[in-house]
């Protein structure tokens, strides 16, 4: 529904970035704002001008799916229609692959009966919520009204997180950047999620991550532990700090404060560096194997209530 009975003029763009104005009609909230990627923004413009150059009935004339008739129920094309045509087109595919072979090594067919409209907004969920996105975000993004229906989304399974921290406590490093891996239960036991990286300062980990002695200086602190499932989060809290770094120099905050922030910007290159030619050196299937265990604990991270909960995948000893 909320496809079909998209406006004609559907889009705005604010500095750069593109919106999508939609309807959702199931909750009555209407004019609702999705941002796009350039991709989808082009898609749709490809769309709009060949909409230009129709002649539907005169009551269509606001949509961007004009009802083909008349004697349609509704201004716009019906979901059951945009339905069966998906399902057309998807059925004239010569070949569409599943992930992962067979036992002769042939890819595995898709089912399409899997492909329909609404798939493609769980689909769209999943994706964020495999990529790390946090709930709350992703909350706004899917119009969701209650977090615990976004929360659905960032299920993993205990065998999943230990599958991730046993590859991925290997890899830890420190604030240098140097190697501190450690066996998986000590990753887990000795450490919690903190939000650049892992902290084994025993006073913070009794507290579940939420009484650092330092303030979450981590970048200069001895007990900070991050792994490449953290590297996202850093590098966009390297851009933060030199945003802050262009602020304070704009203000003309005093020498301390800039250098302070260098220090940190610096510390925590060093970090990202270090961990990226760790990543580029290994082969490229190990690599792979790091990057799905670190999409699986962002993931389980960004579904907690509470970013600064301990990480564990199996209960503490007494």
Request: charged share 20%.
């Amino acid at each position: 529904m909320e496809v079909v009975s998209l406006p004609r003029d559907c889009l705005q763009t604010h500095h750069g970035q593109t919106t999508l104005i939609w309807n959702n009609h199931k909750r009555k909230r209407l004019r609702r704002r999705l941002p796009i990627t350039q991709a989808t923004t082009q898609a749709i413009r490809v769309w709009q001008a060949r909409r230009d150059q129709l002649h539907p009935p005169a009551r269509g004339d606001a949509c961007l799916f004009p009802s083909l008739t008349a004697l349609s129920g509704a201004a716009y094309i019906s979901s059951g229609y945009l339905s069966e045509a998906l399902r057309q087109w998807v059925d004239s595919l010569p070949r569409l692959n599943a992930e992962g072979v067979d036992a002769q090594g042939n890819p595995l067919p898709f089912d399409r009966t899997l492909i329909y409209p609404y798939a493609f907004r769980h689909s769209y969920a999943q994706r964020h919520a495999d990529a790390g996105t946090p709930v709350d975000v992703l909350r706004e993004l899917m119009d969701h009204k209650s977090i615990a229906m976004t929360q659905r989304y960032y299920t993993i399974s205990l065998k999943r997180k230990q599958q991730a921290v046993t590859k991925l406590s290997a890899h830890a490093i420190d604030q240098t950047g140097q190697p501190a891996p450690c066996t998986p239960t000590a990753y887990e036991m000795r450490s919690v999620a903190v939000p650049y990286g892992g902290c084994t300062e025993p006073s913070n980990v009794k507290a579940g991550g939420g009484a650092c002695p330092i303030r979450f200086q981590c970048a200069g602190c001895g007990f900070y532990r991050p792994d490449p499932s953290y590297l996202p989060a850093i590098e966009q809290h390297i851009n933060e700090l030199r945003a802050d770094r262009e602020t304070a120099r704009a203000m003309d905050a005093a020498e301390f404060v800039i250098t302070s922030l260098t220090a940190q910007i610096t510390a925590f290159e060093h970090v990202t560096d270090r961990m990226h030619r760790r990543l580029d050196a290994l082969p490229a299937a190990e690599r792979a194997q790091i990057e799905e265990a670190a999409t699986v604990l962002r993931k389980a991270r960004a579904g907690e209530n509470h970013t600064l909960l301990p990480l564990t995948a199996s209960p503490k000893a007494p």
